[in-house]
């Protein structure tokens, strides 16, 4: 059975930093694509970073580029969110996704596996 476990999220002040980490279990993710998305109560979810597990290769939303950094550690079949320069429009529960279908990485509707998700919390 696959699992995402989110942790890492909590209350932080603006200009702040947090690590998010989404441990995976039950799934093999060396040669797909994992996401972090976020979602604020009346608001659709955003993909926030995206990375191909397989080549490294990373993207990022345009609100948080500069600020987030998207990394995997193979050996513990993790992947991170590091964000610093938090801002309070960064508050939201964020999510991890992973094994996504052909189309953009911005689609949740193509992601298969779900984490339970961490709460961000950013005060200005």
């Given at each position: 059975q696959v699992q995402l476990v989110e942790s890492?999220?909590?209350?932080?002040?603006?200009?702040?930093?947090?690590?998010?980490?989404?441990?995976?279990?039950?799934?093999?993710?060396?040669?797909?694509?994992?996401?972090?998305?976020?979602?604020?109560?009346?608001?659709?979810?955003?993909?926030?970073a995206g990375i191909h597990t397989r080549y490294s290769t990373t993207i990022y939303a345009d609100s948080v580029k500069g600020r987030f950094t998207i990394s995997r550690d193979h050996a513990k079949n993790t992947v991170y969110l590091q964000m610093n320069s938090l801002k309070p429009e960064d508050t939201s529960m964020?999510?991890?996704?992973?094994?996504?279908?052909?189309?953009?990485?911005?689609?949740?509707?193509?992601?298969k596996y779900w984490g339970q998700g961490t709460q961000v919390t950013v005060s200005s």
């Open positions: 890492g999220g909590g209350s932080v002040q603006a200009g702040g930093s947090l690590r998010l980490s989404c441990a995976a279990s039950g799934y093999t993710y060396s040669s797909n694509y994992m996401a972090w998305f976020r979602q604020a109560p009346g608001k659709e979810r955003e993909g926030v964020y999510y991890c996704a992973a094994d996504k279908a052909d189309g953009s990485w911005t689609n949740p509707i193509l992601y």
